[in-house]
């Protein structure tokens, strides 16, 4: 992928009701998407609960702040029950 587009890791990582983020990631704003680019929640570091969900596949991208230059990570998650 192009440095425009982002960095997105190939795969996925299967979670079941928690969504881990680490407290070092606090400069970045972190949001979970479905695969159809629906914004389903804003994400915080450490545990965001994700059991409500539907299992299925969901894309948490992260994103600088506006000062940097930087394009935003994406990384797969499936949510699993």
Same mark, same amino acid.
């Given at each position: 992928m192009s440095d425009e587009c982002g960095v997105m890791s190939r795969s996925p990582t299967i979670i079941r009701g928690v969504l881990f983020l680490p407290t070092s990631s606090f !400069?970045?704003?972190h949001s979970l998407f479905t695969i159809s680019g629906q914004k389903v929640l804003t994400l915080h570091p450490?545990?965001?609960?994700?059991?409500?969900? !539907?299992?299925?596949?969901y894309f948490v991208r992260s994103e600088?702040?506006?000062a940097s230059r930087r394009p935003p990570a994406v990384s797969k998650v499936v949510l699993t029950e």
């Open positions: !400069t970045l704003h450490g545990p965001n609960d994700v059991s409500k969900l !539907t299992p299925g596949a600088q702040s506006a």
